[in-house]
């Protein structure tokens, strides 16, 4: 398992996404109803959810980034991966809190066009979606998070070469 920042055992970063995902998904609800009806309460929705997207975004990143830099072994290629989701994640936030920028001020009025909010949620959910390949690659592939038994460390050798820092048990038992 290469999480450093863990919670009773479980990575934190996991815990976390959920959060920016639900705020990012719905900000572009938010704005797609709002194009779609000009009500400001939906304009109000997409500025509320684009707030939460992007502070569980930066709060979610603080336990994924210490679990690249402390935990994947610089010598496997899940350190490259795990660059990538990061970078894609980081581009979704930046396209997030530019469309936050752009409308916080518009809270309960006036009126402004959806069109740059719908354009960039749009963007920066297909980077999170993009991102969220990648994180489950890290899991599903190079098992970044996930605590393996005995019978699966010797059943994958891959996992083997990947973990080169990793402490085995004592099978003297």
Do not use: C
């Not at 830099?69 to 660059?83: D, E, M």
């Amino acid at each position: 398992m290469y999480s450093r920042a863990t919670l009773g055992g479980h990575p934190v970063h996991p815990m976390l996404i959920a959060y920016p995902v639900a705020g990012y998904t719905g900000t572009l609800v938010g704005f797609a109803v709002y194009a779609s009806n000009g009500q400001q309460f939906w304009l109000d929705f997409a500025i509320a959810m684009n707030i939460a997207g992007v502070g569980g975004a930066l709060l979610a990143a603080l336990p994924g980034f210490a679990d690249w830099l402390l935990g994947i072994p610089r010598s496997s290629s899940a350190k490259a991966v795990g660059l990538a989701h990061a970078g894609l994640n980081v581009l979704a936030l930046v396209l997030f809190a530019i469309s936050l920028g752009l409308y916080v001020n518009h809270w309960n009025g006036p009126p402004r066009s959806s069109t740059p909010g719908l354009a960039l949620a749009s963007a920066g959910l297909l980077l999170t979606v993009g991102a969220g390949y990648l994180g489950w690659t890290l899991v599903q592939d190079y098992h970044v998070g996930v605590q393996l038994t005995r019978d699966q460390e010797r059943d994958e050798p891959t996992v083997q070469h990947l973990r080169p820092l990793q402490i085995h048990h004592d099978r003297a038992a």
